[in-house]
């Protein structure tokens, strides 16, 4: 079974779960009110290392990316590289 590109039959809901990272903060843009980022951490067994990393909003975190060990530093490298 697939859905929006995920094979629910190969790979279970929970794998997904942890594919993606649990969403720790949202980065708006103040002008336009979008959601421009998604903090999110990430760790084992789908990651080599446990922390919070920056990514698109709604895409998992793709290589190359940097894992950040606190929730500050992840949110100055969202101010940093996106419009938040």
């Known amino acids: ?4 590109g995920r094979c629910y039959k190969c790979l279970p809901e929970y794998y997904w779960k ?3 990272g649990e969403v720790k903060g949202t980065g708006t843009n103040d002008r336009t009110g979008k959601v421009e980022c998604q903090i999110v951490y990430v760790c084992p067994p789908v990651f080599i290392n446990s922390g919070f990393t920056v990514v698109e909003q ?8 940097e894992i950040f060990e606190t929730f500050d530093e992840a949110c100055e490298f969202a101010k940093q590289h996106f419009d938040v």
């Open 1 to 4: 079974m697939y859905s929006g």
């Open 18 to 20: 942890q594919v993606y």
């Open 58 to 65: 709604g895409y998992p975190p793709l290589a190359p990316f």
